[in-house]
């Protein structure tokens, strides 16, 4: 669990640093994203959007590791995979071809799309989100493309639908896959031609505007069951991004952590509240099924039953006290990491044969994740030997 701590460590560091959200360095022009511009911020603020990340060289291909707090709109990562998300992100955002976010529930799919529509030339335009699952069945054409005046019963005046609105700006189609195969003809034909009817309406109504989709299952799966279309998927899914669930970048939470720890004190006018370095442990090895949103729940519930300025173990939910057991646990079939290596190697003051031991690896299996792990390197070099 060692990794635990030194996440903290890191967590403590970044708090020190003074920034009113999160320390980052440069800031991102959406107009200059073709180009791929960045900027330095030299007014140090942290609004807008904003990320902080590199490239390096390795045997010549590019590869990015991210160094330092990232916050980009409103998405926060420093793990390689959010990172390559940032990079996607930007890359669409100045094309309006259909893009389709794929993720499990609470990985923050809503926060992707928000932030292709604010990087783009449609950010002065609406964003206008809709969960197809949340729709009655018998209002959901209603909801998408509006109805005249009494075409049935409850019609009582013309209503817009969603898409109108969203005319001029994005629309994001959150679960996409829960749209009936009647609403999916009715998707396919607005894609292919920007056109539809309302409900009771015989004029065609055009209309400018991108189309984001997003669920949580799995499409091909879906056309496989015949409950999704062929035709539909191959429109929707141009360009697809895949978020990472929690679970599979860990070294984020403690930065997560931090975030709404400080939201939650600002919200409650509440002097700053920390997590201990054994909470983050607790923290940084639960399975997070929920992902972010649970993560966030989590800490909303520690916040409201911590008494002081440090969130301990003891705040935290059940269901993660729980899973103290697992501190004790180590075998030699535990995958490594980034985080885990280089609080080892701190510990044993860069001595990577004892580094090893710990981590109950033999030592060609720790210099062989080391030396694919240019960046970690440098960083381990400042330890010792």
Avoid at 81 to 88: A, G, S, T
Avoid at 233 to 242: F, K, T
Avoid at 318 to 340: A, H, Y
Wanted: charged share 30%.
């Amino acid at each position: 669990m060692d990794h635990a701590n030194k996440a903290y460590n890191q967590h403590k560091s970044r708090r020190s640093c003074g920034a009113d959200i999160l320390p980052s360095e440069l800031l991102f022009n959406p107009q200059d994203s073709k180009a791929g511009v960045l900027k330095k911020n030299a007014n140090n603020q942290t609004t807008g959007e904003i990320i902080s990340f590199r490239d390096i060289s390795d045997s010549g291909n590019r590869k990015t590791e991210d160094k330092k707090s990232c916050h980009f709109s409103r998405i926060i990562g420093e793990d390689r995979k959010m990172i390559e998300v940032f990079r996607q992100i930007i890359n669409v955002a100045e094309y309006d071809y259909p893009v389709h976010i794929f993720g499990e529930t609470g990985t923050g799919k809503e926060l992707v799309a928000e932030a292709i529509h604010n990087s783009s030339l449609r950010r002065d335009g609406p964003f206008v989100p809709i969960n197809c699952g949340a729709m009655p069945e018998g209002l959901v054409e209603s909801e998408l493309f509006g109805h005249m005046k009494g075409s049935f019963s409850g019609a009582i005046r013309d209503k817009k639908g969603r898409f109108e609105l969203a005319d001029g700006g994005t629309i994001l189609l959150d679960e996409v896959a829960e749209l009936s195969k009647h609403m999916q003809a009715k998707l396919l034909r607005f894609l292919q031609d920007g056109k539809f009817e309302k409900v009771g309406g015989e004029k065609t109504v055009r209309i400018n505007v991108r189309v984001i989709s997003a669920t949580n299952k799995d499409l091909k799966e879906e056309m496989k069951a015949n409950r999704f279309r062929d035709d539909l998927y191959y429109r929707i899914n141009v360009v697809p991004i895949a978020l990472p669930p929690l679970r599979e970048r860990k070294s984020d939470i403690p930065l997560l952590v931090d975030h709404f720890l400080k939201q939650a004190a600002g919200q409650y006018n509440r002097d700053s509240v920390v997590a201990s370095d054994s909470a983050i442990m607790l923290l940084t090895e639960y399975k997070w099924s929920g992902n972010v949103r649970e993560l966030q729940n989590a800490i909303q519930f520690a916040f409201v039953k911590s008494k002081g300025d440090k969130i301990t173990p003891d705040d935290l939910p059940m269901e993660i006290n729980d899973n103290r057991l697992f501190q004790t646990i180590r075998g030699p079939s535990r995958k490594l990491d980034r985080v885990q290596v280089e609080s080892a190697i701190k510990k044993t003051g860069g001595n990577k044969a004892k580094a090893a031991r710990l981590l109950n690896v033999g030592r060609a299996t720790l210099y062989r994740f080391i030396n694919d792990h240019p960046n970690l390197q440098k960083r381990i070099c400042a330890y010792g030997n």
